[in-house]
């Protein structure tokens, strides 16, 4: 098995959510989280423009990491966070 690490990099805002990278050893991991994960986490449906603030604030970020490595562990090369990936984890 081979878990993703978390980089100290940015994330950029892509036209259906946020992207961000991740590390297998040396082998950089491009992941997504969609907007519609963002939504959920945040129990929000605005049409904000730029999703980053969303994806960073408070413990998200580390959440969708879990999720893209659990992804990743399962077989996925280059996970996708969706809302249905958050069911278990909401509050």
Known sequence: MHTLTALNELAKNYAGGVRFAMMD?????????????????EGDNSSQ???IPRFEWHRHRFQFEQVASQKYDSGEQAPIVMAFDLVSNRS
Do not use: K, N
């Open 49 to 51: 423009q730029d999703q």
């Open 25 to 41: 050893g040396p082998t950089r991991v491009i992941c997504r989280v969609t907007r519609e994960a963002l939504d959920r986490v």
